[in-house]
C-alpha cells in the first residue's frame, strides 16, 4: 500500500473532528449556531483586508483574541461560520475539494445543473432520475433554450449514442430512487471526459458513505441532504461537492446570485445529523438487507429493488462502485393490482405513509412507474411498494410487513 503521509481520517473521525476548532468559540465543543445576516468589522483597513471573496473554512490563526481579524466573513447569502463547518465536513466525506450547502435538495440540483448550460446546450439524463429534477429538465430548462434526452443509463453505449454537438452536460443519479438502478458511473464519466462533457451524480441514496462519484471521474456530487446526511426529518437541505475552481464559479454565481442558502440554523442541525451519519448508514444497511432478503423469499412478492439483494440484475456494478447499500428499497407484489399494493401499505403499523426517506422512521408507499423502469415491456404502468428502513429494530419490521403482506390473503 502507498505511504501517505497526511492520510484523511475515516468518516466517524471526519464527523466528530474536522474542520472543527474549539478555540475560537471559547472552547464550545458544539459548534455555536452563527445566526446573523452580516458581519461587522473593527474598521474600514480591517474590512478591506477581510474582502477577500471567502476564505477557506477554519485556518489555523486564531490567537483566542476575541476579534478575530480578517475573518472573511461579510455577509451569510455569501458564507457562515456554522454552514462553513458544515460544508468542509461533507467535501472531505465526499472526497471532494470545496462543498456549498443550499436550501433544499432541488435547490443544489439546479444550482448545479444551470452552472453548466447556456443557450442552446444539450443534457442526457436517466431515465429513473428524481421527478422534479426531471420536470426541471423537461419544462423549465427549455425555456432558456437547453434541451434534454434520456436514456435507460445502464449501457454506457447509450449514453455515448445520444451525444450531439451540442451536448455539455451529462446527470446521473445511481442508485436511483424507486426503482435503485444504476449507472456505472467510472465510465460513463471516462466517456464524457473524452467529450468535454461535464457530470453531475446524484449521490443521495447511497450516500458519501458508500459511494464517491468523484473518486470515480464524476465532477459534481449533488445530494438531498433532506435524506441520510441531515437524517432525521427536520430539515430540507441539499449540497454540491466538487473541486476548488468549479466549485468556487458555482458559488459565485448559482451560490450567492441565485441566493438559495441554506438558513445557519438548519446547517446546525445538519451538522448534528452528521454525528450519526456512519452509524445510522451502518445500521440502515445492516436492517435493509435483513428485509430484502425475507421480502425475496416471501410467497406474496414478485421482485425485489434492491442493490445486492438476490434479485439485483446489476450485482457485477453494485459490487465495483457501492461500498454498502442504504435504507431504501422496492417491490413488487405477485397481485400486481395498485390495490393490492395499497392495501399492504395502509395495514402496516410502524411504517408511516410518506414520500421522502433517509430519516430515522420507516415508511412506505404505492407507487406507479412505467414498465420500462423496471425493464419490462408494453406501456402499462407498474406498481411497486417502495420502503425506506428506518432505525427500529428489523424483527418488529419484519413482523409487520409480514403480517401486511399475509393480511392481503
Ligand atoms: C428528495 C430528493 C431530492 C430533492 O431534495 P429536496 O431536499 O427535497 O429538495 C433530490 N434527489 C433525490 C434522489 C431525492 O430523493
Redesign the pocket.
Known sequence: MPENTTPRPHPETIVTHWAEDPRRYLGAVVPPIFQNSLFTFKNSADRAASCVPIVPPFEEGSDGETWVPHHGYEYTRVSNPTTDITEAKIAALEQGARARCFG??????SAAILSCVKAGDHIVCVDTV?G??RTFLSSYLPRFGVTTTYVDGCEVQEWADAITPATTLFFL?SP??VVMKQQDLAEVAALAKAHGITTIC?N??ASPLFQNPLELGIDLA?H????YLGGHSDI???VVVGEDARMQRLLTDEGCLLGAVLDPFAAWLLLRGLRTLPIRMERHQQTTQKLAYALHEHPKVARVFYPGSPDDRQLALTQKQLRGTSGLLSFQLKDASLEAARRVVDSLKYFAIGC???GFESLALAMTVPARAIDEAGNSARHLLRLHIGLEHADDLWNDLDAALNFMG
Open positions: 433544499s435538495g432541488m435547490a443544489a440540483i428524481y422534479p429534477t443519479e436511483s430512487s446524484d443521495s441514496w449533488a438531498s441532504a433532506t435524506k430540507i437541505a441539499g421522502s426517506w433517509g
